[in-house]
């Protein structure tokens, strides 16, 4: 991690990032561990703009805790009623074959890696919902399901900030910001995106704009038609012309979604003979780190999978794998079941620790005692509704990384 460079140069395709997410969704580290990490090298002033990204995820957990469920709902009105929007992604995006190079190469790098950068995902949220109109909450659910990283107060609420539902105004971005920040591959010139922001932000609140349509199937028909249809234009006075057609690339096909984990994973049903009164610390998906130094030397290391949380939020298989593969390293017990199984089956222990995580605050609470996640930023108990407000509450005081490091909860305390 290189501090300046990040700073310089984190809004490019190429720039500095860390690739930390996945790593940080499931546990493997804290923010406490990332910024002491940093900070060892080079400690940093609290408004260093790394500080200030690790602060948004901070935030989003903020407001996490704070809406519970509700940040699922649009948190407030949005530039257009909700019926404006459709409900469902239309085929060409989920392809990647929109004739939008912005949009399709997005896709095609979300599901050849399971990651994308952050402004190729604001440029995707943003196209979806301002240029395509779909409800931002399907593109969330979408996107969630694809990446290494899915959060739910991450995702859903970055694309209630793109979507104006959840920040002042919509976010939008044109042919000329992608060009500044990403390869030749993805710039879109002469395309619905290629015009001023007062223009994107004019159809961003009409819904009577139409909408792209996109490019059909670039493959040829091998029998020439001798009437064939005319590809639909959006009328000029709209300012948006369909794309040019010309992106003949051979997309990746949307990888499968699955509501339960592969079969060699390795998971067994719940057994509670395999616990009884032994000392047990949960392992689940958010808290794939290190094992908390102070276990009794006989506790039982449990790995569990909750049907429950999996059966709402559907993973690609590249995410049960990363998952897996250090759920395994953890420990060689791991079952797959539904809460009231899990809970059944741990109820013969002597005692059930775990970290807490909101993925699983509806069912974890009554399967084990939980400790708290450590937190890098001072707990905020008022709710607040915009970043900087939070942020002000947050960094109140301290000036460097070293005084933010000294205030963070660091590891977890046992619970008496
Ligand atoms: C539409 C959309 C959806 C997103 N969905 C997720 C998601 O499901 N999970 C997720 O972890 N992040 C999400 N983000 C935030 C951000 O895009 C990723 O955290 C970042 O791209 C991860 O790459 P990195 O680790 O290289 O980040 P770096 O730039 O190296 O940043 C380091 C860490 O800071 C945090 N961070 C950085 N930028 C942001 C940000 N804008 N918002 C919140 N945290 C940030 C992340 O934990 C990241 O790992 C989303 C952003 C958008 C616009």
Not at 155 to 161: C, D, K, P, V
Request: charged letters at 20%; proline letters at 12%.
């Amino acid at each position: 991690m290189r501090p300046e460079a990040y700073a310089r140069s984190r809004n490019a395709l190429d720039g500095a990032v860390t690739g930390l997410s996945p790593y940080l969704t499931h546990g493997l580290v804290t923010l406490p561990q990332v910024l002491a990490g940093v900070s060892a090298v080079q400690p940093l002033p609290v408004l260093h703009k790394f500080i200030f990204e690790l602060g948004w995820r901070a935030y989003f957990r903020h407001v996490w805790a704070q809406r519970g469920d509700g940040i699922l709902q649009s948190l407030h009105a949005g530039p257009l009623p909700e019926s404006a929007y459709r409900r469902e992604l239309p085929a060409e995006v989920r392809a990647g074959r929109t004739g939008l190079p912005v949009v399709d190469r997005a896709v095609q790098t979300l599901y050849a890696s399971g990651h994308l950068h952050n402004h190729a995902r604001m440029w995707l949220a943003s196209a979806l919902v301002h240029l395509y109109r779909v409800h931002w909450r399907a593109g969330a659910d979408w996107l969630y399901a694809h990446l290494l990283d899915g959060d739910l107060a991450s995702n859903h609420l970055s694309w209630q900030w793109v979507a104006g539902t959840g920040s002042r105004k919509p976010y939008l971005f044109n042919a000329e910001n992608v060009a500044r920040y990403a390869p030749p591959d993805w710039h879109s010139p002469g395309s619905p995106i290629d015009c001023g922001y007062d223009e994107l932000d004019r159809r961003a609140r009409d819904a009577t704009v139409p909408v792209p349509v996109p490019v059909p199937d670039p493959v040829p028909d091998p029998v020439p038609d001798p009437d064939p249809d005319p590809v639909p234009v959006i009328p000029a006075q709209a300012g948006i012309q369909a794309g040019s057609g010309a992106d003949l690339f051979d997309p990746l096909p949307e990888p499968l979604l699955l509501t339960a984990p592969p079969a060699d994973l390795g998971l067994a049903a719940p057994d509670p003979a395999a616990l009884a009164g032994r000392d047990v610390w949960l392992v689940h998906p958010w808290s794939l780190g290190e094992l908390p130094a102070d276990l009794p030397a006989d506790a039982v290391v449990l790995g569990v999978y909750l049907a429950d949380f999996h059966r709402a939020w559907p993973w690609a298989e590249r995410r049960w794998r990363f998952v897996g593969r250090r759920m395994a390293e953890l420990t060689p017990l791991r079952w797959w079941g539904s809460a009231a199984e899990l809970t059944q089956a741990l109820s013969g222990a002597r005692r059930v620790q775990a970290l807490g995580d909101p993925h699983l605050a509806r069912w974890l609470p009554r399967m084990a005692q939980l400790r708290p996640a450590p937190t890098l930023f001072p707990p905020v108990e008022r709710r607040c509704d915009s970043f900087s407000q939070w942020w002000t509450r947050a960094t109140r005081g301290l000036v460097s990384s070293t005084d933010l490091l000294a205030r963070s909860s660091g590891h977890p305390p046992a619970p008496p």
